[in-house]
């Protein structure tokens, strides 16, 4: 028996980050029906179930956005049939062009709906798109407290222009894609290579000093790394400072240095 005819209960959203918000729907059911859209992620596709302990089903929205509320209503109840009890929020809304509400679906749906109600943290309705719009200023404390646990990306090693090692401090650099990504700047992170979370400091945007080209890098505090290919997970912790144009490499690295004297200090008053 496929696992879907076993459930009983299902949250629908897109849940996005996985806040704690959507963690008061999670909490209430036995899966989640994941609405999947394309790119601009807290947390892109499959990535989400690194964060929940429970199945995820997921809907891609160009496939069901012309459903009408009703249709779209029985497609749960075809896809999962001994369905008992839909969780939404309190501002769900769904079927072509948002006809329903939480109010419709009692009335399409026979079985229990159960609504929560908003959520707040420190008086910040919790919203996937308020996160957004906090990591794009580089607000990491905040992000970190709505979404309940700190921000991740994860993306593939890549070469990158070998200035680091000669000149300046190694990197890791990383092609991150489907993302939203933090405020261009440097940040206070861990790293996860090799599946060991080490102390790091990590670069987000244009090296406007060296090549003009856009980067993501993160250097490994008080590790000699080898060549390091695959996947690398960074969790960043703090915003340290803007990107800025320095006038030659001397004058980068000593700020670098400066940077890595920063999240030292950081690490040794969080211990």
Known sequence: MQLSNKIKSITIGSFDGIHVGHQALIDQAEAL???????GYLTPGYRRSNYIEKPCFFYHFEKIYKLSAKAFVEKLCTDFPQLETIVVGYDFEFGHKKEGNRAL????????????????????????????????EGKIDLVTRLLGRAFTLEGEVVLGQG?????????????????????????????KIKGEWLESVSFVGVRETTDGAFAIES????????????????????????????????????QINLDITYTQNYFKETK
Do not use: C, M, W
């Not at 229990?112 to 008086?123: N, T, Y």
């Not at 190694?170 to 991150?176: A, E, F, H, R, S």
């Not at 290919?229 to 490499?249: D, P, Q």
């Open 33 to 39: 029906v994941v609405i999947e859209r394309n790119g």
């Open 219 to 254: 250097y490994a505090l008080n590790r000699e790394l080898e060549e390091i290919r695959g996947k690398v997970t960074i969790e960043f912790l703090e915003f340290i400072r803007e990107n800025k144009k320095f006038n030659g490499l001397k004058e980068l690295k000593n």
């Open 105 to 136: 679906l009692k009335e399409l749906f026979h079985g229990e709906v159960v609504v929560v109600d908003e959520v707040k943290v420190d008086d910040i309705s919790v919203h996937s798109r308020t996160i957004k719009s906090y990591l794009k």
């Open 163 to 191: 200035l680091g090692k000669k000149e300046l401090v190694p990197t890791i650099n990383l092609n991150i894609y489907e993302y939203q990504l933090p405020k261009n700047g440097v940040y206070v992170t861990r790293t």
